[in-house]
């Protein structure tokens, strides 16, 4: 199959690799073309624009960083909605605004193309290894077609509903990190006051009721001072942003998301923005 990738950072560079490994035909687009220079030597085709992506694929991925870039890909005359083949399957993994998916998905329908909102849940390390969690909103009958697809990339893909239903999930899944994130380093810093081995204190905890994905994948890095992102402090900003924005539309009091919202927000300020989320650990210090 020919399929089109836009947006080859840390994660969709990984989720790249996976489709050239099973043989696909991947076109890529990137702002940054050098950081795609291994994606070339592996066998994807790089072009200049989502225009020429979206005229050659099939089937067409983006990752992007903000509702802003997934706006700038898709609409105008250079973007995958003007320039996509009758009956593509466009599928955005990008964290977004669940109306923005929505207005894709009618636009897309209004044009023959078929659209799905799949934001991921699994950084770096999933990204890599093909197990991450995918949450899918549009129709099924399109989800279904691009699902072995998808299982290129994911372990645990869960069609969710109609589309802007996988925005939404996604916020459920930002919202519990956030206040886990806390608790991680917290445990942490207490390890360390106590006077214990942090790493020790890990190997009890990490599989029993406090286990959790970030307390056995982060809280290593967090020990180890490595703050080299997985993913990054600015795209959870962001994340966390849209997730207070739709629970307010919802009449929601979350104060766990406005606390962690907020400690992000000072560790930007201090110039932690390009850092992996596990540098909250820096907060506490």
Request: aromatic share 6%.
């Amino acid at each position: 199959m020919k399929v089109g990738f836009i947006g080859t950072g840390v994660m969709g560079s990984s989720l790249v690799k996976h489709l050239l490994t099973a043989g696909h035909d991947v076109i890529i687009y990137t702002r940054t073309a050098k950081k795609a220079e291994s994606l070339v030597e592996a066998g994807a085709k790089l072009v200049e624009s989502p225009k020429e992506v979206a005229r050659a694929a099939e089937t067409i991925f983006t990752m992007v960083g903000y509702p802003s870039d997934v706006e700038e890909v898709y609409f105008g005359n250079n973007g995958i909605l003007e320039n996509a083949q009758k009956e593509a399957v466009l599928v955005d993994l990008t964290t977004s605004k669940p109306n923005l998916a929505k207005r894709i998905f009618e636009e897309a329908a209004s044009r023959g193309l078929k659209a799905l909102d799949a934001p991921v849940s699994g950084g770096d390390i999933g990204a890599q290894k093909g197990t991450l969690s995918i949450m899918v909103g549009g129709a099924e009958p399109h989800f279904q077609e691009v699902l072995p697809l998808l299982e290129l990339m994911g372990e645990n893909i869960v069609y969710q509903g109609p589309a802007g239903s996988g925005q939404h999930t996604k916020m459920c899944n930002q919202i519990n990190i956030a206040t886990n994130m806390i608790g991680v380093c917290e445990s942490l810093v207490y390890a360390k006051k106590a006077g214990l081995d942090p790493e020790q204190v890990l190997r009890s905890i990490s599989s029993g009721a406090a286990g959790s994905w970030s307390l056995s994948n982060l809280a290593p890095r967090m020990i180890a001072e490595d703050f080299a992102p997985g993913f990054y402090i600015k795209h959870f900003i962001k994340d966390m942003k849209i997730a207070a924005e739709e629970a307010e539309l919802m009449g929601l009091d979350l104060p766990g998301l406005r606390l962690s919202l907020s400690m992000y927000e000072k560790l930007a300020e201090q110039g932690y923005s390009e850092n992996g989320t596990q540098a909250l650990i820096k907060h506490f210090d």
